[in-house]
């Protein structure tokens, strides 16, 4: 049972314009979101993150989307670059230690995102 | 600040056999994560080590098992390899100093089972 869904193994977006990438969960214990890109071969770089007492936060070109009534979070890069072509992953954890930390990440499967110029 | 190191980068070995991979945090980061790679499952929780001590561990069977000495570094041990088992093996590390976490991954490494 698929606790993240990606529902978009793929995605291509002209230079300039908006990508929108979706993210839904099952999990109502999920309460840390993260996005992550990731380059063949290599490990995933950190985006940006949202705690679920938020439903927005914004870095840059980034931002993310937290609806947590529909389980669902979108990640928006605008203006979308050539560099941006890589496999987005959506994370999720549920915080379980009374002195913090993070819970194992659960991942979604990724997007492919490509950037057409 | 040096970001997540692991050794070896690629590494082959055979059936049967056993491999230790190794993770270096971030320095001051406390809490070392492992996940599997694959093109099937994607990327799956292993376990995670806080202060020494094996804090969560994911649906992996025996066979896969870790450690953290008290300078933060892991390794981690798969026993009895089976062609399965081919890999990318990432780590992650946080400063786990209290609520939500980010982690920050390694470059993994990659392991083919012959």
């Known amino acids: 049972d698929q606790q993240v869904k990606q529902n978009s193994p793929s995605l291509s977006v002209q230079e300039g314009r908006i990508s929108i990438l979706n993210c839904d969960y099952t999990n109502s214990m999920f309460d840390y979101f993260l996005w992550y890109k990731k380059y063949p071969a290599e490990g995933p770089t950190f985006l940006i993150s949202i705690s679920s007492i938020k439903d927005k936060n914004e870095d840059g070109r980034f931002t993310v989307f937290l609806n947590k009534s529909a389980k669902h979070l979108s990640l928006h890069i605008v203006p979308s670059q050539p560099g941006d072509s890589a496999v987005y992953f959506c994370a999720a954890s549920a915080s379980k230690y009374s002195g913090g930390g993070a819970d194992g990440l659960t991942f979604g499967k990724g997007t492919h995102l490509i950037i057409q110029p | 600040k040096a970001g997540v190191t692991q050794t070896p980068r690629y590494l082959i070995k055979t059936r049967g056999q056993q491999v230790t991979l190794s993770c270096s945090p971030i320095s001051g980061h406390r809490s070392v994560s492992w996940y599997q790679q694959t093109p099937g499952q994607g990327l799956q929780f292993l376990f995670e080590?806080?202060?020494?001590?094996?804090?969560n561990k994911g649906n992996f069977p025996g066979r896969f098992s870790g450690r953290q000495f008290s300078n933060s570094r892991s390794e981690m041990n798969v026993s009895t390899l089976e062609l399965g088992d081919s890999a990318l093996y990432l780590c992650a590390s946080s400063s786990s100093a209290g609520g939500p976490d980010t982690q920050y991954f390694g470059p993994g490494t990659r392991l083919t089972v012959l």
């Open positions: 080590y806080f202060s020494e001590t094996q804090r």
